[in-house]
């Protein structure tokens, strides 16, 4: 039998959802850091 | 400084695209298939790298429940709810890619096998946990709610881990163990990929604790105008028609 | 004249916002319950070794159970049905498995998990899966140049022969 197709699907699955989580991410930091004051922006301790 | 980024995830997110182009190199083309198991225990390479991030984001989230118990520090509350959703989104990963690499070797997608169960049982605790945190509840008894499971769950982990020894099942023993046998480019190319994986997931840990930072801004500033707002109108509505 | 805007601000009331929380209660709640209900009903499915199976099989009767071992006879097609033998702590068990194939993994030495019942001394079964040790071995296509000792047998060494390689290539050393 071959594996190459179920190789394929699962590092396809692994690696477009972490493309569109880290998508995600990245745009909701660029919208939300418009919204926020500059000096409000980073956590500083 | 309008997005997320910082010198630190440049470092960081070029390590691990470098270290993920080429544990891809190693795991799909350099090292050989198995003996039995043929071309499909390259999944190897992409479901013990993800269960590790998952791993490191619930000790992250269980650290960070720990510490805002006791100092109430918005930190390490943003830290552990930042870390649990990279968790369940790769115990995702660990689920799916487990269920693919099951129909060729073990002959199903699915069994209720004692580690099976246990990671979908973790996988659903966490879920709970991220539900908690997007409850329509006031902030501080959110959070408080939150790190109380995110310390419980913990326990998850260590189910998950000694399951294959405590009961029967169709899952394989530790991998990473003292039984363990692992030719040689196996082991480089398994090490290759858990170390390009734990650098993305710091990568996204980065990132996310950033914009639950940003959440937690604008939330704190939607409050103090809601406040405001209400107090304009206590003393607004004196004046009536006035202000129009 | 305008008029005031008093519709509620979003802070939390405990209004709209808590059928939302009852459903994401529920919707997990309803998960777990399943998750739950699945992994009890087939914990309650014996996960038995040969040995074990055939001491408790005048108990067992026609129950489902699991019987796990390690596959010894090279299995023989029979119409719809195939028959190998498993062993596991010095019992042996006559397995006829009708239902799909399993993978090609399965093979003599292996170990199985097959999913059936006590039909007399023989097993029926219909599931049959195969279990993978965390044993990974190199598929090298000429292990057999070196792995197998003067009487055939199989060795795990890769001792060196005298500094030339037979097949001409330098790569011994992966």
Same mark, same amino acid.
């Given at each position: 039998?071959?594996?190459?197709?179920?190789?394929?699907?699962?590092?396809?699955?692994?690696?477009?959802?972490?493309?569109?989580?880290?998508?995600?991410?990245?745009?909701?930091?660029?919208?939300?850091?418009?919204?926020?004051?500059?000096?409000?922006?980073?956590?500083?301790? | 400084?309008?997005?997320?980024?910082?010198?630190?995830?440049?470092?960081?997110?070029?390590?691990?695209?470098?270290?993920?182009?080429?544990?891809?190199?190693?795991?799909?083309?350099?090292?050989?298939?198995?003996?039995?198991?043929?071309?499909?225990?390259?999944?190897?390479?992409?479901?013990?790298?993800?269960?590790?991030?998952?791993?490191?984001?619930?000790?992250?989230?269980?650290?960070?429940?720990?510490?805002?118990?006791?100092?109430?520090?918005?930190?390490?509350?943003?830290?552990?709810?930042?870390?649990?959703?990279?968790?369940?989104?790769?115990?995702?990963?660990?689920?799916?890619?487990?269920?693919?690499?099951?129909?060729?070797?073990?002959?199903?997608?699915?069994?209720?096998?004692?580690?099976?169960?246990?990671?979908?049982?973790?996988?659903?605790?966490?879920?709970?946990?991220?539900?908690?945190?997007?409850?329509?509840?006031?902030?501080?008894?959110?959070?408080?709610?939150?790190?109380?499971?995110?310390?419980?769950?913990?326990?998850?982990?260590?189910?998950?881990?000694?399951?294959?020894?405590?009961?029967?099942?169709?899952?394989?023993?530790?991998?990473?163990?003292?039984?363990?046998?692992?030719?040689?480019?196996?082991?480089?190319?398994?090490?290759?990929?858990?170390?390009?994986?734990?650098?993305?997931?710091?990568?996204?840990?980065?990132?996310?604790?950033?914009?639950?930072?940003?959440?937690?801004?604008?939330?704190?500033?939607?409050?103090?105008?809601?406040?405001?707002?209400?107090?304009?109108?206590?003393?607004?509505?004196?004046?009536?028609?006035?202000?129009? | 004249?305008?008029?005031?805007?008093?519709?509620?601000?979003?802070?939390?009331?405990?209004?709209?916002?808590?059928?939302?929380?009852?459903?994401?209660?529920?919707?997990?709640?309803?998960?777990?319950?399943?998750?739950?209900?699945?992994?009890?009903?087939?914990?309650?499915?014996?996960?038995?070794?040969?040995?074990?199976?055939?001491?408790?099989?005048?108990?067992?009767?026609?129950?489902?159970?699991?019987?796990?071992?390690?596959?010894?006879?090279?299995?023989?097609?029979?119409?719809?049905?195939?028959?190998?033998?498993?062993?596991?702590?010095?019992?042996?068990?006559?397995?006829?498995?009708?239902?799909?194939?399993?993978?090609?993994?399965?093979?003599?030495?292996?170990?199985?998990?097959?999913?059936?019942?006590?039909?007399?001394? =023989?097993?029926?079964? &219909?599931?049959?899966? $195969?279990?993978? @040790? /965390?044993?990974?071995?190199?598929?090298?296509? *000429?292990?057999? +140049?070196? =792995?197998?000792?003067? &009487?055939?047998?199989? $060795?795990?060494? @890769? /001792?060196?022969?005298?500094?030339?390689?037979? *097949?001409?290539? +330098?790569?011994?050393?992966?």
């Amino acid at each position: 039998m071959n594996h190459w197709a179920f190789v394929a699907a699962g590092y396809l699955i692994v690696f477009v959802g972490i493309a569109a989580y880290a998508a995600w991410v990245l745009t909701r930091g660029r919208a939300l850091s418009g919204e926020v004051p500059e000096e409000r922006r980073r956590f500083l301790d | 400084m309008t997005s997320t980024s910082s010198k630190a995830t440049y470092v960081v997110g070029w390590a691990a695209i470098v270290g993920l182009a080429l544990s891809l190199l190693f795991a799909l083309v350099l090292s050989p298939p198995e003996v039995n198991m043929g071309d499909s225990v390259r999944l190897l390479y992409v479901h013990l790298p993800t269960i590790a991030v998952s791993y490191l984001g619930y000790g992250i989230t269980f650290l960070g429940s720990v510490i805002y118990l006791r100092n109430q520090s918005p930190f390490w509350d943003l830290l552990a709810g930042a870390a649990a959703e990279i968790g369940v989104l790769f115990t995702a990963f660990v689920l799916v890619t487990g269920a693919i690499w099951g129909k060729p070797t073990w002959g199903t997608y699915w069994e209720w096998d004692p580690r099976l169960t246990a990671t979908t049982v973790m996988f659903i605790m966490y879920l709970g946990y991220l539900a908690i945190r997007r409850m329509d509840l006031p902030q501080e008894v959110r959070s408080r709610r939150a790190a109380v499971v995110g310390i419980i769950a913990i326990a998850n982990l260590i189910i998950v881990r000694y399951s294959v020894q405590w009961w029967r099942g169709l899952h394989q023993g530790q991998t990473l163990g003292v039984d363990t046998q692992l030719d040689g480019l196996m082991l480089f190319s398994l090490f290759l990929s858990v170390v390009a994986f734990l650098l993305l997931g710091a990568w996204l840990l980065i990132h996310r604790f950033r914009v639950a930072w940003l959440e937690r801004q604008v939330e704190d500033m939607r409050l103090a105008r809601a406040l405001s707002e209400r107090r304009g109108e206590a003393g607004g509505a004196a004046l009536g028609g006035v202000v129009s | 004249m305008t008029d005031l805007d008093l519709t509620p601000r979003d802070v939390p009331t405990g209004g709209s916002g808590s059928l939302r929380n009852w459903l994401i209660v529920g919707a997990l709640a309803v998960v777990a319950a399943f998750v739950l209900f699945q992994a009890l009903t087939s914990a309650r499915v014996y996960f038995l070794n040969v040995d074990e199976a055939v001491a408790q099989r005048a108990d067992l009767g026609d129950d489902t159970f699991n019987m796990q071992g390690t596959v010894i006879s090279e299995p023989m097609s029979t119409g719809e049905a195939m028959v190998f033998t498993m062993t596991f702590g010095g019992e042996n068990a006559e397995i006829r498995h009708i239902g799909a194939e399993p993978t090609d993994l399965f093979k003599v030495g292996e170990q199985v998990v097959a999913k059936g019942h006590w039909d007399g001394t =023989e097993f029926v079964s &219909n599931q049959l899966l $195969v279990k993978h @040790s /965390e044993e990974y071995v190199e598929d090298n296509p *000429d292990r057999l +140049d070196y =792995e197998l000792d003067d &009487n055939g047998n199989p $060795v795990h060494s @890769s /001792e060196p022969t005298d500094g030339t390689t037979s *097949d001409g290539s +330098d790569d011994a050393g992966q």
